[in-house]
């Protein structure tokens, strides 16, 4: 039918409303790229994320914070890890799918808005504990449901998803029961939560999972660590919004998005390329498997470890500001010491477990930095917030330096590379 082009040569076919659920969605190929839908849909993980940094910072910062963070974090990671897969089989945004990328993004988005509550209930509405477990719920639900039509006669996959569901039903009560708890009792209900999910996830194994497009794959995990890159510099602006402009936040700013342009360096430089690489020359279940350990497990510590950098970077940014009566020689100490030190450490050693798991790279560098890291952490709260914040630029920036150097052959190779 002619659709508004009538004398233009311009002709747009109307697809048939009556054909199954199934054959109004579109397998996606080999060198398929990430959709707009996706990342409409990734916006809702940006507010999440930046939800649980303004959670863990309330002043003062304690251990505690950081611990429900970090299960925080792990269960927003496994909302958005089976949209992954799930685009990954099917285009996000054709046919049935859309619709179902945009209602899983509602839930989403209602689940972040209950993170404030995530542990503590505010008295005057809804049960925030109870209102997070139902939306993270509904989140799995519609992915299950969706995968399962997508699978259309995939024995394999259909039988996969069966052995999903006890994962996902276990994970999902549990966190409804520990939103009617308080204290240990429930942050060791929501720690079972997680494990339920991942572990059930990993023990069921890998076959029958499909994984059509390493270009697509590891395009979205990419995408998400600059969207986790994006939130560590929202924490820098964010901390200091309230607070007269001066030379310390000047400098303090301009650290902090060195840190992150670093962390971005080192990901994106090579890292990614030659992870896609390697994905796309695995070939059946050992794909999938590098595609469960490498992206969907071992992002998580690489996603965590940025949070936590935010958080410490937010808080310097605070110091330096004269927020709460601080001076210039005030240091960092504790908990968000340790988040802003120990989070760029965590990201050092998962970075070097993904780039094991894909090209069987072992850079003892970055392990050796992230040990140096956290040997001097400590010292660090002996001197002022800012010259930690110096001190932490400048080993990363070191490392980049150093790495340029050492592998300029091999990296010119690898971004100058013909696609396969």
Known sequence: MDFFGRGRGLRVTIPAMNKPLRSRMERVSERASATNLELFFDLVFVFALTQVT?????????????????????????????????????KADEGLARMAMLTAMAAMFLLALAIPEAFQDISGGLDGPLVLAFCYLAVRVVHIWLFWIAANDDAELRAQLVRFV??????????????????AAQ?????????????????????????SSAKHFTERYGLIIMIALGESIVAIGVGVTHLAISWPIILAAMLGLAIASALWWSYFDTHVLAAEQALAEARGNERVRMGQIAFTYLHLPLLIGIVMLALGLKKVLNYVGGEDGHTLTDPLYGPALWAMYGGVALFMFAY?????????????????????????????????????????TALLLALIIYEW????????????????
């Open 54 to 90: 303004a959670l863990m910072a309330e002043s003062p910062v304690k251990w505690d914070a950081l611990l429900r963070g970090a299960l925080l974090l792990s269960v927003i990671w496994w909302s958005w890890i089976g949209y992954s897969w799930l685009s990954n089989l099917v």
């Open 166 to 183: 006890p994962s996902m039903v276990a994970g999902t009560t549990l966190l409804a029961v520990a939103s009617q708890l308080t204290g």
């Open 187 to 211: 942050i060791a209900v929501w720690a079972a939560a997680v494990v339920a999910d991942y572990g059930g996830t990993m023990l069921i194994g890998t076959k029958g999972w499909r994984l």
């Open 352 to 392: 070097v477990a993904v780039g094991w798991r894909t090209t069987r790279n072992f850079k003892v560098q970055r392990v050796i930095l992230g040990v140096v890291l956290l040997a001097v952490a400590p010292l660090m709260s002996y001197l002022p917030a800012l010259a930690s914040l110096g001190l932490l």
């Open 405 to 420: 150097f050492k592998y300029h052959d091999l990296r010119e190779e690898i971004r100058h590379a013909e696609p396969s």
